[in-house]
């Protein structure tokens, strides 16, 4: 009996160093998260980034799932191959693709991992042809519940439904800024499709599926969201002195498939808002540009913010997340000295 009272206080012991070790190491978690959280959402220095509408091929954002990669395909070579739900299907060249429709569109790309007021955006001039008649080919008379798969040469592939694809706002890109697309950034022909993130807008397009079964893609399987809609948002990206005391904040702001409305700045966290100037275009998918002259009414460190409404009314979500799965909101604040 003595043995068996011995082996019982010594599991008890252990039980209670196991819960006693359980507790400390989910308090750390709890305030690593919280800690984390703050110092994600905490106001910074202002970036005092250059306002541009236009994003140089050199200065846009690249992401990419093998870092570096070319695409080893010429302009005699590579092939868009199409294939319907029931199996039909043809295949592009180069030169036809050439022959299509052309238009010139204002897009904004942005990345699903992009922090509130993060540089992982860029827009840009493309130079198209609609990618509605492209899958009209191979279209039967069903077309609900189907989707496309855009599959590209560096193994990338993601999905759409059909509506998304077939949108008039539906693109395939072979231009950026009046050049011939980059290899960076997709050469031959990269996909452009509204109101989503650009995980799910392949580069390096060599082949569209139509399909009636479900198809996950590549960051989907890896935990990313599914539909991805872009989160609107406001950028402040510069504060400059002017030689009468006064500063100019400039910034973008973003709403998706919606054209920007209008844009507000804080200057007294929220308190109140002060409209600004829009000093760019405003098309559905593609940033504007914004610029206020602000007079400070004291002297140290100042904390701006701003938000933006899109074209309809509708306003930016305020709440902060962060950008796994689905995208960051929150309203972007940024520190000025005066």
């Not at 507790?23 to 970036?47: E, H, K, N």
């Not at 800024?177 to 499709?193: I, M």
């Not at 392949?202 to 872009?230: F, N």
């Not at 904390?303 to 979500?317: F, W, Y």
Request: glycine share 10%; net charge positive.
């Amino acid at each position: 009996m003595a043995l068996f009272d011995s082996i019982n206080q010594l599991n008890e012991s252990r039980k209670q160093t196991g819960r006693r070790r359980f507790l400390v190491g989910s308090i750390g978690m709890v305030a690593s998260y919280f800690g984390y959280r703050w110092w994600r959402d905490r106001p910074r220095p202002v970036a005092q980034r250059k306002t541009q509408y236009i994003t140089s091929n050199q200065d846009f954002y690249n992401v990419s799932i093998i870092p570096g990669y070319t695409a080893k395909v010429s302009r005699e070579t590579w092939r868009l191959e199409v294939y319907g739900d029931q199996g039909g299907g043809y295949k592009l060249s180069y030169d036809e693709l050439l022959k299509l429709e052309r238009r010139r569109v204002y897009k904004t790309f942005m990345c699903v991992g992009n922090e509130v007021g993060g540089p992982a955006m860029g827009n840009a001039e493309w130079t198209v042809t609609p990618l509605a008649p492209i899958l009209e080919k191979v279209l039967n008379r069903k077309r609900a519940g189907l989707l496309v798969v855009f599959y590209a040469l560096d193994g990338f592939y993601s999905s759409v439904p059909l509506e998304v694809a077939m949108s008039d706002q539906s693109f395939l890109a072979y231009e950026m800024n009046g050049e011939t697309l980059p290899n960076s950034h997709g050469y031959p022909a990269r996909v452009l499709l509204p109101a989503i993130y650009g995980m799910k807008q392949p580069r390096w397009v060599s082949k569209i599926q139509v399909t009636d079964r479900g198809e996950s893609g590549y960051w989907e399987k890896r935990g990313w969201c599914s539909e991805c809609k872009v989160k609107m948002t406001a950028r402040i990206d510069a504060a400059i002195s002017q030689s009468d005391g006064k500063y100019l904040v400039t910034g973008i702001a973003y709403c998706g498939a919606q054209a920007v409305g209008q844009v507000e700045v804080s200057f007294d966290e929220g308190a109140t808002w002060q409209d600004v100037k829009i000093n760019s275009e405003r098309f559905p998918n593609a940033w504007a540009t914004w610029e206020y002259l602000w007079q400070p009414e004291k002297k140290g460190e100042q904390i701006l913010t701003a938000r933006v409404r899109d074209a309809s009314g509708e306003r930016q979500i305020n709440s902060y997340s962060g950008s796994f799965p689905s995208g960051s909101t929150g309203y972007h604040q940024v520190i000025v000295s005066v």
